[in-house]
């Protein structure tokens, strides 16, 4: 609680956590009310996430992070996260240069639109690095979004944006979304050194056991050993 009365502090977790029958709302849940500090889980985990919001937007342990935050070593594990839109394990919605780095992600997420593993949606020059995500990905009914194993929607039409050396193993359904086993739908950015490993990528509409569609709007648009 900390953390959501200052959401430009900077934080090291000191221990391991378990949110099991704990009421948590996402940290940060909308870009005037987003997470701009530093979160270092210091290699603990966070356990027992549970939430579940069919009617709210932004959705994960961090709703939305954007300009200075860095999301670094977290460990989160037997969560199940469910929203509408823009809906991610650690991030639901991350922009402007915010950065994961050296994380990981195993449970379940559920959501109509813009849906990932790791993140629903990322764009505007964000940095991922060395995360992987595991479980399972569910996109309900689509709207022009994505549904990935690791990210729904990568990449904005004015910025690059970065993942390396990252991984996806989740199962990932999409229906009348862009599905893949890594990213749903990129429209920017660099993809390198990642992979997709999980055992089923099912979806009604441009499906790719990677990504499900590339649409190249942006600057750059690049997937490199992976």
Do not use: H, W
Not at 37 to 63: A, E, P, Q, W
Not at 96 to 115: H, L, M, P, Q
Not at 199 to 218: D, E
């Amino acid at each position: 609680e900390n953390v959501r009365n200052n959401l430009t502090g900077n934080y090291i977790q000191t221990c391991d956590i378990n949110l099991t029958g704990i009421n948590f709302l996402p940290l940060g849940i909308s870009l005037s009310s987003s997470f701009k500090g530093k979160y270092n889980g210091n290699s603990f985990s966070i356990s027992g996430f549970n939430y579940s919001n069919s009617t709210r937007d932004n959705v994960g342990l961090f709703g939305v992070t954007r300009g200075t935050a860095k999301i670094v070593d977290v460990k989160l594990k037997d969560y199940s996260v469910e929203g509408r839109d823009y809906v991610g394990s650690l991030v639901g919605f991350m922009i402007e240069n915010s950065t994961i780095k050296d994380s990981f992600a195993s449970g379940f997420v559920k959501g109509r639109d813009t849906v990932g593993g790791l993140v629903g949606a990322a764009g505007d020059s964000p940095q991922i690095k060395g995360t992987r995500s595991v479980g399972i990905v569910i996109g309900e009914g689509g709207v022009g979004g994505g549904v990935g194993g690791f990210l729904g929607n990568y990449g904005s039409s004015t910025s690059l944006s970065s993942i390396s050396n990252s991984a996806a193993e989740a199962d990932v359904y999409g229906k009348n979304s862009a599905t893949g086993g890594f990213v749903g739908a990129m429209v920017d950015g660099k993809i390198e050194d990642s992979t997709s490993s999980g055992n089923l990528v099912n979806g009604t509409l441009r499906v790719g056991g990677f990504v499900g569609v590339m649409l190249p709007l942006g600057q750059t648009l690049q997937i490199i050993n992976s």
